[in-house]
């Protein structure tokens, strides 16, 4: 069974004047429990790769079954639950809410879900806990470190229970150390049986995965 | 703002109506203050005064009416509940104010009453001075007075109360100094022929009686009656083109009014859309947030919706307080409801045409 199957993708990006093939005949297969590196040079359609994966953006021609669903026949509203219940988005630049705590940044999923409002403490205290960070859940982005700011990403991502972590570039605003810490944490969820893709430059973070995905001009190679 | 302009709406319909009766004629005195003095002073005018009253009725193809919101009704407060409805209060007597009327006031200015027309203009054809006096009062009186119900005067003269008129009822007379009365809080009484004052009450009584004829020529005939009783000089003026005029005014600022709401309107809604769209190009990270962890499209258009709707419901509260839950209160709440509408689509489509996937790209640096 795959977490993620997609069979000849395209996506163009049409403007005034010009037209991109952002992504070209993409097929691609993703085991579930696999960590996955996407690589590519800067332009090459890894962001949108996986915003199709991530199911916020749709390809122009292909199919994308997610856990075995046709998701080109789902309706908004199934796509947003899926957006929810399977999938984790952590990102480059964290995409955290200024203005709420480390804690309220990790609630924003649980208002979408049909989880019952008194397991959601529980639920953010354990992947605070997971990420080690329960000591920072009153502070806000603008307090914490770049790695600390990745961790609440990350528990953000969890709290539903995604079974799919979709990450782009999450060590690229962070220095090696930090960054290695990060990997860490994705080594530890794929030990727990998540579906992983990364997208990286980063040949030693891709090194730490379990399969390389090379992206150049659209096209898979 | 809505009950303003429903009074100008009543206004002009009242002018339009007195206007399709036909041509009003007014009748003023123009002697000098030493002779009005000796003809009202001399009793044996009082019976030519008399002969006038009987001359005018008499005219054909004429309506008459007399209005004289000159006089007030007194009532001692100590006896009167609704001494808050009261023009003045002094030494311990309300005065309320009260129209004077023939029952000829009553076809060419139609109010509404809970009463029919024709009872009131029978009750007050009929009156007489020493019976009680037959009051209709406006709406404000409902609270302290029942229909029936005597009260009296602090000249210990009985008042029967007759009837309402409707909330909102005006006395719209192009002649008045005030151009449109709101009666809730008038009293409506039989003119009656007591005379106040002697010879001088027939003057105010003639001064406020209008005429409303297409024969110019018997308004002179009138004229010549005046001085073939060697009264003093009056003259006759038609009162249309001013009605006239003054209807074009009213629709004029109407118009004003309407333009100068509208250009408010126009500043407020600048003002709401630019917010809006301010509000939702600020938080499109954050929708964008919202819409990764799970939001729909139509979870995010709430939020924008109920940006707006908090202020706009922040304003029907407010109308709620001064005006209650009545029908101006009604008309706002539709309106802000369909300006809400409206004012959010704007910010609502461009937050609809940004695919979630531009918005991330836009405030990240992927
Ligand atoms: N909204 C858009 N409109 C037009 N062109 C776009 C749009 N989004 C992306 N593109 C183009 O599509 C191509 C792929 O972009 P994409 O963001 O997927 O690249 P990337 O591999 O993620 O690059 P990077 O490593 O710099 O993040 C690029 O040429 C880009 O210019
Ligand atoms: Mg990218």
């Known amino acids: 069974m795959y977490a993620i199957r997609t069979e000849k993708i395209y996506r163009r990006y049409k403007g005034k004047g010009f037209q991109v093939e952002a992504l070209r005949d993409v097929t691609l297969n993703v085991k579930k429990g696999e960590m996955v590196a996407i690589i590519g040079t800067s332009g090459s359609g890894k962001t949108t790769l996986l915003n199709i994966l991530g199911l916020i953006d749709v390809p122009d021609s292909g199919e994308y079954f997610l856990n075995g669903i046709r998701t080109g026949e789902c309706r908004e509203k199934e796509l947003a639950r899926m957006r929810n219940q399977n999938l984790g988005f952590v990102l480059q630049d964290f995409a955290l809410i200024d203005r709420y705590t480390a804690e309220q940044n990790i609630r924003v999923p649980l208002m979408y879900s049909d989880i019952p409002k008194k397991e959601w403490n529980g639920r953010i205290q354990a992947c605070l806990e997971q990420m080690g960070i329960s000591d920072r859940k009153k502070r806000l982005p603008s307090e914490l470190s770049g790695g600390q700011k990745q961790r609440i990403a990350i528990a953000r991502a969890l709290v539903t229970g995604a079974d799919i972590i979709l990450a782009d570039e999450p060590t690229g605003a962070l220095d090696s150390k930090t960054s290695m810490d990060i990997m860490e944490v994705f080594s530890g969820l794929r030990e727990e049986g998540k579906t992983i893709l990364i997208v990286t430059h980063d040949s030693s973070i891709a090194d730490l995965c379990d399969r390389l995905i090379c992206i150049e001009d659209g096209r898979l190679v | ?366």
């Open chain 2, 1 to 366: 703002m809505v009950s303003l302009a429903q009074t100008g709406m009543r206004t002009i319909g009242a002018f339009e109506h007195l206007q399709s009766l036909g041509n009003v004629w007014h009748i003023s005195c123009i002697a000098e203050a030493g002779q009005i003095q000796e003809v009202t002073n001399d009793d044996r005018k009082i019976a030519d005064f008399e002969a006038i009253y009987q001359y005018i009725d008499d005219m054909e193809d004429t309506e008459t009416f007399t209005a004289d919101a000159s006089m007030k009704t007194f009532l001692y407060d100590k006896d009167t509940e609704a001494e808050k409805l009261a023009a003045d209060i002094r030494y311990g007597t309300a005065a309320f104010r009260t129209l004077r009327v023939t029952e000829g006031f009553f076809d060419a200015f139609p109010l509404q009453m809970s009463i029919k027309k024709e009872r009131v203009q029978e009750i007050f054809r009929q009156y007489a001075d020493d019976d009680i006096m037959p009051v209709l009062l406006g709406d404000s009186y409902r609270k302290y007075y029942r229909e029936n119900e005597i009260f009296t005067d602090s000249g210990s003269k009985q008042y029967r109360v007759i009837g309402f008129l409707k909330k909102g009822s005006i006395y719209a007379a192009p002649f008045e100094s005030e151009r449109a009365r709101a009666l809730d809080r008038w009293m409506i009484v039989p003119l009656g022929n007591d005379r106040q004052g002697g010879g001088i009450g027939y003057v105010t009584e003639l001064t406020s009686t209008y005429l409303i004829t297409d024969r110019e020529d018997l308004m002179g005939e009138l004229v010549r009656e005046f001085r073939k009783r060697q009264l003093m000089p009056f003259e006759y003026k038609q009162l249309t083109d001013q009605v006239r005029n003054d209807v074009s005014d009213l629709k004029n600022e109407a118009l004003t009014m309407g333009c100068v709401m509208l250009l408010l309107l126009t500043f407020a809604t600048t003002g709401m859309v630019s917010y809006m769209v301010r509000f939702v190009r600020k938080r499109m990270k954050e929708f964008a947030v919202h819409l990764l962890s799970g939001a729909g499209i139509r979870d995010i258009m709430l939020r924008i919706a109920m940006q707006l709707g908090v202020i706009l419901l922040l304003s029907d509260f407010a109308v709620f307080c001064i005006f209650g839950a009545g029908s101006v209160f009604l008309c706002v709440l539709l309106f802000s409801i369909l300006y809400g509408v409206s004012v959010s689509a704007y910010p609502l489509y461009l937050f609809r045409t940004q695919e979630i996937a531009d918005v991330l790209r836009k405030n990240g640096s992927r």
